[in-house]
């Protein structure tokens, strides 16, 4: 019952994180890279505003940070002409040095006794458990976020982001400025994955230069286990499978890391290995049905 529940606390603030990636990936059709130094710019914003006593501010400082890093990579490739893939690296790059700055030259700042936004709503929802006030916090979170990208991908700017990811080339010729709908795109995409960090930030209590290593496969993972077990849909439902995909691989890992058959360390092999197999799985799916047809084929004959 722990795992299951620590999986869904976690599984839940991590969907942020999938439908930033969601969006890049799938909306916009761009290879972002920029996710693994958003992550952490989220983190390092989070931890420093919450040391200074304003927790809730650091959330929304974490998210207009991220917003900003992505409308750097979106300027890079619109403006500049660099590769989406390289201009996620720059960036990512970049941010290193900027989330060193933010936490004051430090590889790791410490939450331990600081009024952090859970510290807060112990307090306020006693003698509510505590486990249950964070799986309150991550779903009401994740559901208020949700709700925020269905209402904005259904407006005029959100659909003319839709369109640009799904055909650049129409969307220009139809005089909308395709390259200001990457920039907001990437903008929004990179603010949603770095309100993930600042919320896991409070959660575990510290901030780390790291903790946006091997990110962007977790947002991957999440993406690709919704799709496998809901399909590919509209992006509403996208949306909403990222988030269910999330929670799936966080409960894949717990179990995986519970059986003690993996020592802690493997986290990040297994993660790879899960992406595999689910990007592998509409590709076994369409050879099964292939056989199939032709297995009728020749019983007919």
């Avoid at 992406?275 to 799916?285: E, M, N, Q, W």
């Amino acid at each position: 019952m722990t795992l299951l529940l620590g999986s869904l606390q976690l599984g839940l603030m991590y969907g942020l994180l999938a439908m930033g990636v969601y969006i890049s990936f799938r909306i916009l059709n761009t290879p972002d890279l920029t996710a693994e130094g958003s992550f952490t710019l989220g983190v390092a914003v989070s931890a420093m505003v919450t040391v200074a006593g304003a927790p809730y501010l650091g959330l929304l400082a974490a998210f207009l940070c991220g917003m900003a890093a992505g409308a750097v990579t979106g300027l890079l490739q619109t403006k500049v002409g660099v590769h989406p893939i390289l201009a996620g690296i720059l960036t990512m790059s970049g941010l290193y040095t900027v989330n060193l700055a933010v936490m004051g030259a430090s590889s790791n700042v410490s939450l331990i006794g600081k009024d952090t936004l859970f510290q807060r709503l112990f307090t306020q929802l006693a003698p509510m458990p505590k486990d249950t006030v964070k799986l309150l916090v991550g779903l009401a979170l994740a559901v208020l976020t949700l709700m925020a990208l269905i209402w904005f991908f259904k407006t005029h700017v959100g659909l003319c982001i839709r369109a640009t990811g799904n055909n650049e080339a129409m969307v220009r010729s139809s005089s909308i400025n395709a390259s200001a709908m990457k920039v907001i795109g990437l903008a929004v995409s990179n603010g949603c994955i770095a309100l993930s960090g600042a919320i896991v930030a409070q959660y575990q209590g510290y901030a780390d230069i790291s903790s946006g290593i091997g990110i962007l496969v977790v947002g991957l993972a999440s993406v690709i286990i919704g799709e496998a077990l809901f399909g590919r849909r509209g992006v509403t439902f996208g949306l909403i499978s990222a988030i269910a995909g999330s929670v799936a691989y966080r409960i894949i890992i717990s179990l995986a890391l519970s059986t003690n058959i993996f020592p802690t360390y493997f986290l990040k092999l297994i993660s790879a290995v899960i992406v595999a197999i689910a990007l592998s799985l509409p590709t076994v799916k369409e050879q099964m049905v292939k056989r199939r047809i032709r297995r009728e084929g020749k019983s007919r004959a």
